[in-house]
C-alpha cells in the first residue's frame, strides 16, 4: 500500500493558525532558548497531527484490509497524542513569555491541585496575570466526565493510548464506522444494549456518544487549532506582552 503524503502538507495548517503567524517573529526576538523551543513545538505538533490525519483520511474508504484497518488506529493515536503535546507545548510558551517561574517539570496546561499548595499551578498563575487567557482556557478545558466534557475524553484517550490497548468499535449495531468508548478507562462495561424511545435506536454500553474515529479526530484537530490560535490571540493583545515587546525594540 502507498500512502501519498501531499507536498504542500506544511502549508496545510499555517493559514489555520493566523496569530501564531503574527506573533512568530515577535518571539523570535526575544532572547529565550526555552520559549523558542516551545514556540516551535506547537508548530511541529500540529504539522504532525496534521499529517497524520491526512493519511487517516486516505485509507478511510473501502476495501477495508488489515493493513488499513492498522494504519487507521495508528493514525487515530498518532493524532490524539500530538494534539495533547501541542496543548502542553503552548504551556511551556505560556511559561516563558509571562515570567511565571514554573519548574519546567512541573509545567502543564492542567490545572494541578498538588501545586496549587505552593503557588506553582501555572494555571493558577495565568488566571492572575491574563484574566482573558486564564478564561479561555477555562472555557475549552473543562474537566470532568469524558463523556460530556471532549477534553476530558482527549486526555484520557491519550492516557489509554500510551498505557494500555485502546477498543474500538468496528461498527455499531450494523452502523458502519470505527468507533471509540465514552469512556476509554471502562474496559468490561455494565449493563446491556438497550432501545431508546426518543431516539429510536439501540444503545450499547459505553458507546452512547457514538464517536466515529475519523470525525472525532478531525473535530479534536479543529478545536486543538482554535484554542492555541485563541491562545496566542489572548498574548498579542495583552497590555503585559505590548510593553515587553516595545521594552525589546525599544519603541
Known sequence: MIINIPSHIENMLIPNLLNWEKITPLIQKIPNDLLQVAHKTVETKLHFANM???????????????????????????????????????????NQI???????????????????????CLRCKVSVVNQGLGSLLDEFLKKGSPIKNWYQAVIEYRHQIVHRPHYIATQILGVPGYFIPDDPKIIQPKGKTKFDEKTKQFIMPNFTKMRELRDFSEYSFSVVLKIIDGIYLAILEDNKFKLRMADIFNF
Open 98 to 120: 509571562y515570567d511565571l517561574n514554573v519548574s519546567y517539570k512541573l509545567v502543564s496546561i492542567d490545572h494541578k491541585k498538588y501545586l496549587e499548595v505552593n503557588g506553582s
Open 52 to 94: 497524520q490525519l491526512s493519511i487517516l483520511n486516505q485509507v478511510y474508504n473501502p476495501p477495508s484490509s488489515f493493513e488499513k484497518n492498522l494504519i487507521k488506529r495508528s493514525m487515530f493515536e498518532g493524532i490524539i497524542v500530538n494534539l495533547v503535546a501541542a496543548l502542553e507545548a503552548v504551556a511551556h510558551v505560556i
